[in-house]
């Protein structure tokens, strides 16, 4: 495995952090948090000092002897959800676009919009229009509704390549996928699989009659999804076992 995949250290915060947005609901007691940190050699004292910090930081909330994801990442994991099962409508060849129609904007404002098309996959086009084929069911987030004028049209010439870097997410998606396989370790797998996820969050879900040849997400998803059931089979062998 190397670098170029995007793959993070292991650490006490990403397998608790991972665990949780794996997990539903995404709530589970110290205890089985340990028991997960074991599987992977990290310490008891490590795993409960990484715990205080995230509850420092805002990230969990604890709550009867359980932790549980915040609001925050509550929101990411509804992203990695979609990403995984993408809710797709039929497409008649109509793009949304976003035309942003607030002229004095916060900062703050600006960078919150732009996570914000990014999660609902509309590109930008230039500085202030986002677009994408029409072909995603998901609500729009109030700070999008209330900055945004939304129109429905068709572009005369071929946006795709000038928005997405599909050949990139292509090789990028083959090299996960050839990882995931050869991965043999449970720390290399839970390493992968996580990349996979973050890899999956910048699939545009563009329509099939926009999509190369052999596109690869759904063999990607079924790769993951043969690493969640095994994983979630180790969780409760080993982990949720009284």
């Known amino acids: 495995m190397t670098n170029t995949l995007g793959l993070r250290p292991l650490t006490a915060r990403s ?5 949780l947005l794996g997990s539903h609901p995404p709530r589970l007691r110290a205890r089985y948090l340990v028991r997960v940190g074991e599987l992977f050699g990290i310490a008891e004292g490590t ?24 609001d925050r990442l509550l929101a990411r994991q ?29 900062a703050a404002d600006r960078a919150a919009l732009r996570q914000a098309m990014a999660a609902l996959r509309l590109a930008e086009l230039r500085e202030g229009t986002w677009l994408r084929p029409a072909n995603l069911s ?12 939304f129109l429905t049209g068709r572009p005369e010439d ?19 996928t050839t990882a995931l396989d050869e991965a043999d370790t449970l720390a290399d797998r839970f390493t992968v699989a996580a990349a996979v996820l973050r890899h999956l969050l910048n699939d545009p879900l563009l329509p099939a009659e926009l999509l190369p040849g052999a596109w690869p997400g759904p063999e990607l998803r079924a790769h993951y999804e ?7 089979r180790l969780l409760v062998e080993h982990v949720l076992a009284p």
């Open 15 to 19: 397998v608790v952090l991972s665990t």
């Open 47 to 70: 795993i409960r000092v990484a715990l205080s910090r995230m509850v420092a930081a805002g990230d969990l909330a604890q709550n009867d002897g359980e932790y549980e994801l915040t």
């Open 78 to 106: 509804a992203r990695q959800d979609e990403s995984r099962f993408p809710r797709t409508l039929p497409w008649d060849g109509t793009w949304e676009i976003a035309v942003i129609t607030v002229e004095r904007r916060p």
């Open 138 to 149: 998901r609500p729009r987030p109030e700070i999008v509704a209330n900055q945004c004028t």
């Open 158 to 176: 071929d946006l795709v390549p000038v928005l997405w870097d599909l050949a990139g997410w292509v090789a990028k998606a083959h090299a996960l």
């Open 226 to 232: 043969r690493f969640e059931v095994d994983f979630g």
